[in-house]
């Protein structure tokens, strides 16, 4: 079992920073890809960010390239997310996730993740 705990989320300007954090119990956390989704009222959870177990790759929805930086240190068992020029349309809850899984690739979908933080509140002022 993997538990996963977001926190870091808050309310911003349009053009701030932010940075989320995703802690991770269970050791072998080190071995999983990682994602973060984010989801807003009625819409489904859409993918913002993956990386995979080592963090050697990584990629973004275009919406967020450029902005946002993914990236994990294992011996923390710690996902992070820092999001940059920020704008009210990203405001939504944020969601990390864990694929149980000991491969080398970034994964996209919501069904493909295992295990899912409680998610943390991003709100964008403009």
């Known amino acids: 079992q993997v538990q996963l705990v977001e926190s870091g989320g808050g309310l911003v300007q349009a053009g701030g920073s932010l940075r989320l954090s995703c802690a991770a119990s269970?050791?072998?956390?080190?071995?999983?890809?990682a994602g973060w989704f984010r989801q807003t009222p009625g819409k489904e959870r859409e993918f913002v960010a993956g990386?995979?177990?080592?963090?050697?790759?990584?990629d973004y929805a275009d919406s967020v390239k450029g902005r946002f930086t993914i990236s994990r240190d294992n011996a923390k068992n710690t996902v992070y997310l820092q999001m940059n020029s920020l704008k009210p349309e990203d405001t939504a809850v944020y969601y990390c996730a864990a694929k149980m899984v000991i491969g080398v690739s970034v994964y996209y979908t919501a069904d493909q993740y295992d295990y899912w933080g409680q998610g943390t509140q991003v709100t964008v002022s403009s």
């Open positions: 990386i995979t177990r080592t963090g050697g790759n990584t």
């Open positions: 269970g050791r072998t956390f080190s071995w999983y890809p």
